[in-house]
């Protein structure tokens, strides 16, 4: 799909995209909105009409999170959402979770990252082997507690 068709994909039954509940697509209008929401969030492409699967990791991760962030949900699952980016579009990932954070939106991070997880936690569960081996503070986190726990180790 296209850049274009990836941030409209969950809104093309909308009245604002199409008629008759997705059967006619606005044309103008879905160009309109992923041009906004390229710009918005920084989605380096050669064209909206490009496809999602030539962009760099950091690029389809920008269109990801611009598409499930525009309906400001009230909870995001992110899955290693850093895993294989760069430091530009990691930051930049970790900056529109705590902004969605600071606007009400709760977010589960799963992440191996340690760095990721200290850096945007709140609260900070550890599992292992599918046990919960700790629940810890995300302010002042006893980082070598998290460390032992996360081995499968109890202190």
């Known amino acids: 799909m296209t850049v274009e068709e990836n941030l409209v994909l969950k809104a093309t039954e909308e009245p604002r995209f199409s008629y008759a509940h997705g059967a006619l697509l606005k044309k103008k209008a879905i160009r309109k909105f ?4 390229q710009k918005k969030n920084d989605i380096r492409c050669a064209s909206i ?3 999602a699967r030539n962009l760099s990791g950091g690029n389809q991760q920008k269109i990801i999170l611009a598409r499930e962030m525009e309906n400001h949900p009230e909870l995001l699952v992110a899955v290693h959402p850093t ?3 760069d430091i530009g579009a990691s930051q930049y990932v970790h900056d529109t979770m705590i902004e969605a954070r600071d606007k009400g939106c ?3 991070l799963i992440s191996a990252d340690f760095d ?4 945007l936690s709140d609260r900070i569960m550890v599992m292992f ?3 919960v081996m700790g629940i810890y503070p995300g302010e002042n986190p006893p980082v ?3 460390s032992l ?3 499968g180790k109890e202190e």
């Open 144 to 146: 070598e507690e998290i």
């Open 34 to 37: 992923a041009l906004e929401l």
């Open 116 to 119: 990721e997880v200290l850096k």
């Open 83 to 85: 895993r294989g980016l």
């Open 49 to 51: 009409e490009q496809e």
């Open 149 to 151: 726990a996360m081995a």
């Open 106 to 108: 709760g977010i589960l």
């Open 129 to 131: 082997e599918g046990q």
